[in-house]
């Protein structure tokens, strides 16, 4: 699914030219050239930057945001819609580093719920889109 702002894109060339711009590589973590290849599973990009979904395990996606200057709420929030008409995700969940307080604010505004502060691997707030199962019960049960 598109729209007329973005479009979803398969160009491995397209995701490492965002991956690896200055505004956003230092938020990815590690040390050199990013190659997404391996986590082309469904790109959506426009003139504004990109969002990447993967699959970490049968219907459980990470998100990514990827833009080169603050994202137009209209924009991202299509782009998740159109990934969640695609892929129809059983969760879709991303990490936020805690530093990036504007990328917060915004993960929030477009409708994920925050599950809290994860330190490993990073200080990151984990974030959870949709209906999010509750595990409490599971958790207490298992103590």
């Not at 998100?63 to 924009?75: I, S």
């Amino acid at each position: 699914m598109s729209s007329p702002d973005f479009r979803r894109c398969d160009d491995v060339g397209e995701l490492n030219r965002l991956l690896n711009h200055p505004a956003i590589r230092p938020n990815m973590g590690g040390e050199g050239e990013l190659d997404g290849a391996p986590l082309l599973h469904a790109f959506y990009l426009s003139d504004h930057g990109g969002m990447l979904f993967h699959e970490s395990d049968p219907g459980l996606w990470e998100g990514h945001y990827l833009f080169t200057a603050p994202a137009p709420y209209k924009l991202a929030l299509g782009m998740v819609h159109a990934f969640v008409l695609d892929k129809a995700p059983k969760l879709l969940w991303g990490r936020v580093p805690v530093a990036n307080r504007p990328a917060r604010m915004f993960t929030r505004k477009l409708g994920f719920t925050s599950l809290g502060i994860r330190e490993r691997p990073f200080p990151a707030e984990i974030f959870a889109w949709g209906r999010v199962p509750c595990l409490s019960s599971e958790i207490s049960s298992v103590a």
